[in-house]
């Protein structure tokens, strides 16, 4: 069985950067794309980053563009996300996600099959 294992998360400034990881058990994670979505108190879900498979094209919320990037590692069966230029508004509970299948958007909660169980980042002004 698949699990995800986010950490990296933290206390930054705003301005500051964060990276981070993901960790992934199992043979599948070279089959997979992967997304990673954030959650603010009192607020939904919302869809940060992504990288598909295959072909390895990445996907941004507007929020994040120019700011966010997202890369994997199949040899080490890691995700990651290097977060630049951090804003108070970024703070929220970080999650990377595998979804049901390649033939997704990338971008919808629903379309995402595991989660790992988040990592606080919080930026302070």
């Known amino acids: 069985q698949v699990q995800l294992v986010e950490s990296g998360g933290g206390l930054v400034q705003a301005g500051g950067s964060l990276r981070l990881s993901c960790a992934v058990s199992g043979r599948t994670f070279n089959r997979y794309g992967w997304g990673w979505f954030r959650q603010a108190p009192g607020k939904e879900r919302e869809f940060v980053a992504a990288i598909s498979w295959p072909g390895g094209s990445t996907y941004y919320a507007d929020s994040v563009k120019g700011r966010f990037t997202i890369s994997r590692d199949n040899a080490k069966n890691t995700v990651y996300l290097q977060m630049n230029s951090l804003k108070p508004e970024d703070t929220a509970v970080y999650y990377c996600?595998?979804?049901?299948?390649?033939?997704?958007?990338?971008?919808?909660?629903?379309?995402?099959?595991?989660w790992g169980q988040g990592t606080q980042v919080t930026v302070s002004s």
């Open positions: 996600a595998r979804p049901s299948s390649q033939f997704v958007t990338y971008r919808g909660a629903s379309e995402y099959a595991v």
